[in-house]
């Protein structure tokens, strides 16, 4: 009769090895898994207890925000005004400084005519008694306004001399 | 039979792993929950963080001296259209700078404002001053914009003694501010004092000059 069970020592030995081997990996992944379960039911128990917490604040805040509504609305209002203002400030000519840059000693302004576009367009007419003084005006305009100019010279019958300007550009 | 009873330990194992694990992380969403309980958390305490900073901002402001503050915003920027104080404040520019004014003529359209508080429309004057010359024209542009409210000089048309300006009283309806705790409370004092400091020159119409909202037609015009 042949025997086929492993009856050598070694075989015994193997088995032994593998059966200890087993048992130790089985016990570890074990721990390990009832480690992970524990670690998740901590950390599951960790964020009902601070989602509760956080909850409770976000709720007393939510009402003290209530209370502070009016403030808020003012204060946003601020805001909302504020760079309204500051808008309108920083787009407006100023005109009045356009107006004294336009005048000048030996030269009287008779007709000015600004409008409000892009670019910029002024006519200005002026007179004055000599047709130097109104070409040396016309070259200070457009050094002033750093712009682009038109410019028609004629003399009148009253003896005075007339400059047509047109002055595009630049910056009034 | 015996020889293989070791066996039913790690088998007993591996069938406790993977049920358990298929019953919490499959049929009762245990990791899905927590995952959703982490976010919830942290968006909540993310709100909890800027309602914390929302709230210790309104309560460091005194809501008194914000309405004061807010009042003067709107002294410089009226929420609505004011006819009235736009040619009061036209009649004095040319008082002030000793033009004559002669006439005026606009139009009032109908009020409207989007959402966001856009002014849909203006309220502008086409005013007729009689001058003696550039300077007084000069100085009543210097009053009309050193004025408040706030106006804009859209047109100069200076023919000899006679000017056409087009003035556009500025205006801007109180904005539709949506409330949430995502809208940060801004800080508004530093503007405010930069804003203060730039207008301390303006004037505004002398008490005595400020009209009366009784019994004036604010519409004149069609």
Known sequence: MINLLPTSAVADANLARLKHWVSTFTTVVLVGYVLVLAGLAGRSWYLAKRTTTVSAQVATLTSQMGQLAETEAVLRQQDDRLKSIRQTLDRRVDLAQTASTLAAANVTVTDWEYMEQLPPVQNVVAVGSSAANLEAYATNLRYKFATDVIKTLSLRLDGQWQIKLQLTGGKP | ?222
């Open chain 2, 1 to 222: 039979m015996k020889v293989w009873s070791w066996v039913v330990y790690p088998l007993a194992v591996v069938v406790v792993v993977l049920v358990s694990a298929n019953i919490l992380f499959g049929n009762l969403g245990l990791w899905d929950k927590l995952s959703a309980s982490q976010t919830q958390l942290k968006k909540q305490a993310e709100m909890a963080t800027q309602l914390r900073a929302k709230v210790s901002r309104l309560q460091s402001a005194d809501l008194v001296t914000e309405h004061q503050n807010l009042d003067y915003l709107i002294q410089i920027l009226p929420p609505d259209k004011n006819l009235p104080v736009l040619l009061a404040q036209i009649q004095q520019a040319a008082s002030v700078s000793g033009a004559v004014f002669e006439s005026f003529r606009g139009k009032v359209g109908e009020v409207t404002a989007s959402q966001s508080g856009t002014v849909a429309d203006a309220l502008q004057l086409q005013v007729t001053l009689q001058i003696t010359d550039l300077g007084q024209l000069q100085r009543a542009l210097a009053y009309l914009e050193s004025s408040l409210p706030l106006l804009q000089v859209k047109q100069v048309r200076m023919t000899g003694t006679r000017v056409d300006l087009v003035v556009e009283g500025l205006w801007s309806s109180l904005a539709h501010l949506p409330a949430g705790v995502e809208y940060a409370v801004p800080d508004t004092s530093a503007d405010l004092a930069q804003i203060r400091g730039q207008l301390k020159n303006y004037s505004t119409l002398p008490v005595s000059e400020i009209p009366s909202e009784t019994g004036v037609n604010s519409t004149p015009f069609q």
